[in-house]
């Protein structure tokens, strides 16, 4: 049978962004994937053969992604919507109201991109334990700055209400504050932004998947070197964090709690947290996977596909999971950051060819280029992971291999170093 003879596909799956990693494990659920790309230049070969039709349309364009479903869904029925980035999921979910298919709805995804209505929607609640202050001006701003570290005797968190990938997030004291105010662009400013009390603890974020309404547990995720003033960028992940299991129930609890308050059905959600003693106070969610490649990550310690279980449920497949799902092994990330400069000719691969559990790296800048200083999550200059069935081996390989990756790439501000089990 030709493919244009083919019987019609049970299910189709609309994927809103993504790249051909991302559109296998579709495939692997899904009978066709359609994909809305937005960057044709950045569009793999391959994905034009495996997927039914590959759609350039701006998927930050929310209702030019909805206009063109609504289109295709004529002749292409879409058994349902998925976004695996945070720039595509308001589309996906505009285009799951509009079509009423399969997938997370509008207000839920909104809700997760957007932290004054997150902050606004829990206030009072049970999970409301960050003192916290909307702003869409800089005089509402610098008084909330004021406010707020006069009550905590600390500095506090500036951010864009709609932020990603770190972009933006500052530590501002009273005496800073006109200074870092005065960097945002008025847009930024006028989109708002977000002033927090300064959370002190251990930072962690929240693995979890729904399917079909029911939440699991997938893990929590340590951060290696917590992300350090004023950028805050991240540095490297380990997955799973081992905690008390006492501790494990309180963020369950917690945390599938906030995923019914939101309206989260379905998809892996990324929620970082902080733990302060045994108090668990919620910092942002996502609903998609989470960043940094710590999906990866879960692969290798859980020996599944959190994201192909996702798919599989969401097209209306059957894909279950136990209550608890154990790790195997532990994995890590981790990056390398720095000042900046001419990236030294050495090959990255050659510099940690032979490190135990090394799994995959990526030099972000060639050689002979000059790598920026790191001042988000979209500049830093490498990375590595490694997998290993024993925690305190896998921190001392990651250790070993980013020092050898600091060389390779660029000079560094200050190594990942991976601390010892139990921080």
């Excluded at 070969?45 to 209702?63: I, Q």
């Excluded at 002979?368 to 590595?384: E, K, L, M, N, Q």
Aim: hydrophobic content about 40%; aromatic content about 4%.
């Amino acid at each position: 049978m030709t493919r244009g003879q083919q019987a019609t596909p049970r299910s189709r799956l609309l994927l809103v962004g993504g790249w051909s990693a991302i559109v296998e494990k579709a495939l692997r659920c899904a009978d066709e994937v359609v994909l809305f790309h937005g960057t044709p230049e950045e569009i793999e070969p391959v994905l034009r053969t495996t997927c039914r039709a590959v759609e350039t349309v701006d998927t930050r364009n929310e209702n030019a992604c909805v206009s063109r479903a609504r289109t295709l869904h004529q002749t292409l029925p879409f058994t349902a919507v998925a976004a695996v980035r945070d720039v595509d999921c308001l589309a996906a979910a505009g285009i799951r109201d509009a079509l009423g298919i399969a997938g997370n709805s509008r207000t839920a995804v909104d809700l997760t991109r957007n932290k004054i209505a997150m902050r606004q929607t829990l206030a009072g609640g049970p999970l409301d334990t960050v003192a916290w202050a909307p702003a869409h001006d800089r005089a509402t701003a610098r008084l909330a700055i004021d406010v707020l570290s006069a009550a905590s005797g600390q500095p506090v968190i500036v951010k864009p209400a709609t932020g990603r990938g770190s972009l933006d997030v500052r530590l501002v004291s009273r005496e800073t504050a006109e200074e870092v105010l005065a960097s945002y662009p008025e847009t930024t400013v006028a989109g708002g932004l977000i002033v927090e009390r300064f959370v002190d603890g251990a930072e962690y974020s929240v693995e979890t998947v729904s399917l079909n309404g029911h939440h699991h547990l997938l893990g929590v995720t340590e951060k290696l070197n917590p992300p350090r003033p004023p950028y805050f960028v991240e540095e490297g992940h380990l997955f799973p964090k081992r905690l008390p299991d006492l501790m494990l129930t309180r963020i369950r609890e917690r945390i599938f709690l906030l995923l019914e308050i939101l309206g989260i059905e379905h998809g892996l959600c990324h929620t970082e947290i902080k733990i302060d003693g045994e108090q668990v106070h919620l910092i942002e969610t996502h609903a998609r996977p989470a960043g940094d490649r710590i999906w990866r990550l879960m692969e290798l310690a859980l020996g599944i596909d959190p994201i192909e279980i996702s798919f599989t449920a969401l097209v209306g497949r059957t894909a279950a999971l136990p209550d608890e799902v154990p790790a195997a092994r532990f994995a890590a990330i981790g990056y390398v950051s720095g000042d900046g400069g001419p990236v030294p000719a050495i090959p990255l691969a050659d510099a940690i060819r032979e490190i135990p559990g090394l799994t995959e790296s990526r030099q972000l800048y060639p050689a002979g280029t000059i790598a920026p200083p790191t001042r988000d999550s979209y500049s830093r200059h490498a990375f590595v992971i490694l997998a290993d069935p024993c925690e305190t081996a896998l921190r001392d390989n990651l250790e070993t291999a980013l020092s050898r990756a600091r060389v390779a790439c660029a000079c560094s501000e200050r190594p990942v170093v991976a601390e010892g089990v139990g921080r």
